[in-house]
């Protein structure tokens, strides 16, 4: 994760931890108001935690045009996205969802779909057992 998303999610939040008039909006703000220093590890779980209503958004005195400028559900989505990209396995294929996220999207539909047509293929084909010449059970 870069430094500076992590620096800019510390000073909001820390203006955020001050001001509490957020505090009953969402699960992030409970976390929040528990810790005074922020590690990497906590800004991570704080952002996971946003689900980016932009409630605190909406609602929050110091955003633009204050000279804060808080923007709490954009940082905590900038962090997030950041460490999905960096923890996601394998690596390289986080680098190619986020650089070609639609297209590796519609490739794995294609081939979920081939895949069902193939599974049907095989089974109207005569891969599984005809009722007709199956023995009754019942009598």
């Not at 400028?69 to 190619?96: C, F, H, K, M, T």
Request: net charge neutral.
């Amino acid at each position: 994760m870069s430094s500076e998303s992590i620096a800019e999610a510390v000073r909001q939040l820390q203006i955020c931890d001050a001001c509490r008039y957020c505090e009953g909006y969402c699960a992030v703000f409970p976390a929040l108001h528990r810790k005074r220093a922020f590690a990497d590890g906590d800004i991570t779980q704080i952002a996971n935690l946003c689900h980016n209503c932009r409630g605190c958004y909406y609602a929050c005195q110091f955003t633009e045009p204050h000279e804060f400028d808080l923007n709490v559900p954009g940082i905590l989505a900038r962090v997030r996205q950041e460490s999905w990209q960096d923890l996601a396995a394998p690596s390289g294929l986080a680098r190619l969802f986020h650089s070609h996220g639609t297209a590796l999207a519609a490739t794995v539909v294609i081939a979920f779909a081939a895949m069902i047509w193939t599974a049907k293929a095989i089974g109207s084909a005569g891969g599984c057992a005809s009722k007709q010449g199956a023995p009754s059970l019942g009598g």
